[in-house]
């Protein structure tokens, strides 16, 4: 299994732009989350969905963030417009089943720079 | 609300030193723990977890934790640390009733210095 895919890997843009993460989940997987990590903040959970449903949105930290699965295999986090707090790693998280043990596999990450 | 503190934000050991991660928690009931790191440029991979039984799990790499329910502490430590060991820990806190949410401590960085 590949495991969960990230892109891009890195992504550098200024105030004001668009910027769209992507996420493929494990295969067979019906949970998936996106968190941030930051050196003030910590890792925080932003949205999880379930059977592509979004569950829990309270981490989103403001309107100009959104996310989508559109179907099972691909998930977008969006920002719009970006500006430089939002400079942080993006990690997307993939599970199967709804207990609490099932152990998350995490992507490698999106590191977003917004100058 | 459920918490996690992890006291350490860094850890130097030197190699082949037994080495202890402090993780205390915040929850009302019996909790679902977990320790995880992240080795440089890499995503978080589970080390181990505990939910019921025996308070001693082990886990991959060696590692192993402790719960302790009246110190509301779930402890990683291993006996013998690699250079490879080097990497950030975290501790997470997940409640049956949300689904698959953890909360995450902030982490320590462990420095192992040959």
């Known amino acids: 299994d590949a495991g969960v895919i990230q892109s891009p890997r890195h992504e550098v843009t200024e105030m004001g732009q668009e910027v769209t993460l992507r996420c493929k989940p494990i295969s067979g997987h019906d949970y998936l989350f996106w968190y941030r990590q930051t050196m003030m903040r910590g890792l925080e959970l932003l949205i999880y969905?379930?059977?592509?449903?979004?569950?829990?949105d309270s981490g989103m930290p403001e309107d100009r963030f959104s996310a989508k699965m559109p179907n099972a295999s691909f998930s977008t986090l969006k920002i719009q417009p970006s500006e430089p707090r939002d400079s942080a790693v993006y990690f997307c998280?993939?599970?199967?089943?709804?207990?609490?043990?099932?152990?998350?596999?995490f992507g490698p990450g999106t590191r977003l720079t917004v100058l | 609300a459920q918490s996690v503190t992890q006291p350490d934000i860094h850890i130097t050991v030197s190699e082949g030193a037994s080495l202890e991660l402090r993780c205390n928690y915040s929850y009302g009931a019996t909790p679902y723990l977990f320790w995880y790191v992240q080795s440089p440029g890499q995503g978080l991979q589970l080390l181990l977890k505990?939910?019921?039984?025996?308070?001693l799990v082990q886990g991959i790499k060696g590692f192993e934790a402790e719960f302790k329910r009246s110190q509301s502490s779930f402890n990683l430590r291993k006996p013998s640390v690699h250079w490879s060991d080097a990497a950030e820990y975290f501790c997470?806190?997940?409640?049956?009733?949300?689904?698959?949410?953890?909360?995450f401590g902030q982490g320590t960085e462990l420095s192992v210095k040959p």
């Open positions: 505990y939910f019921s039984g025996d308070t």
């Open positions: 969905f379930n059977n592509n449903v979004p569950i829990d």
């Open positions: 997470a806190v997940g409640a049956y009733n949300q689904g698959g949410k953890l909360i």
């Open positions: 998280a993939s599970s199967l089943g709804d207990r609490i043990y099932n152990e998350q596999f």
